[in-house]
């Protein structure tokens, strides 16, 4: 398992993984190392997953981990940094660009970060997310992520002459937790999904427009009501047409902005970043949250459907 270990060193240095967690890993594999047994379990659990198995090898992945005195949230984690090795020779047969695979593996990292925040462990709590890279079905581009989904709504979506219609293609938008949201890297991201080969199809019919879509509690309209007016969430949801939202009066998104202090009253919320300082205050008014889902149309250099 020697190229393992090189390869996960080396992968945890690309993506950027903080020096303890490199020890948990590196320690999970050295345990694997010295059990036969327990060794060969997990290459059945690889095995599995190559082989198209999904949740049940997770739970497999869970009492392996119990086994060896090992986080099931840690072992659910390394087993797909093993599984990136093949992954990137997979990238590299179908002709994509190695940065494109570095970027997607770097959701790993992202959604480590968001496990030691909210519950101060090296692993990862949302573990099956991760198979819609592995599938190659979902991509890193820039500072987005983004896959084919089907568009769905009460009514077409109308703009000029464009109509896009209820379960037509769409490219779904994801934001990793990977810092500041800037604009400039939101086009940059919008103009790589344009040009990449897997999504050439999916247009807005008889145009050379590509429609993206997006449902996140980033794009919830009450927003404009309590964050700043330089907030990076504000401008994001510029870049859409939020056609429906959702209101709920329990922050079902808390962890996202609060993490450990999820479950915290208002008010002893913590306030030390302006997005913490907003929703804080918002909670303790009895202010409502939600989420939203909008369109955006894209045309390789610009957004044509700005309100």
Known sequence: MKNIADF???????????????DTFRNIHAQLLRTPTAAEKFDGILAGMENGGRKELLVEADALAES???????????????????LRERYRQAGIDEQVYWDSMTDLRAKLIEC?????????????????????TRFA??????????FHHDKPYL???????????????HIPSLGP??????????????RFPYFEKVRVQGSDIRPFMCGSWLLYPGHRDFLPSRSNILKFMDCFD?????????????????????DTPPENLPTDTALRRAYAERLRAGG??????????????KIVNHR
Request: net charge negative; glycine share 12%; hydrophobic share 45%.
């Open 159 to 173: 703009w000029g002459d464009l109509a896009l219609q209820s379960g037509d293609n769409a490219i779904n938008i």
């Open 141 to 150: 581009l820039g500072r987005l992520q983004f896959e084919i989904g089907q």
């Open 8 to 22: 996960l060193e080396l992968f945890m240095d690309k993506t950027g993984y903080p020096e303890d967690a490199k």
């Open 116 to 136: 030691r925040d909210v519950y101060g462990v090296n692993g990862s709590f949302v573990a099956s997310w991760f198979f819609g890279f592995f599938d190659m």
């Open 181 to 194: 949201l800037p604009t400039e890297s939101v086009l940059d991201a919008l103009g790589r999904a344009y």
């Open 68 to 86: 060896l005195g090992v986080h099931p949230y840690s072992m659910e984690l390394y087993v797909f940094m093993v599984r990136a090795l093949p």
């Open 288 to 301: 409502m949250t939600g989420s939203g889902f909008g369109i955006l149309l894209f045309d390789g250099e």
């Open 242 to 262: 939020i056609i429906r939202c959702e209101e709920e009066r329990e922050f079902g998104n808390k962890w996202r902005v609060f993490g450990k202090d999820k």
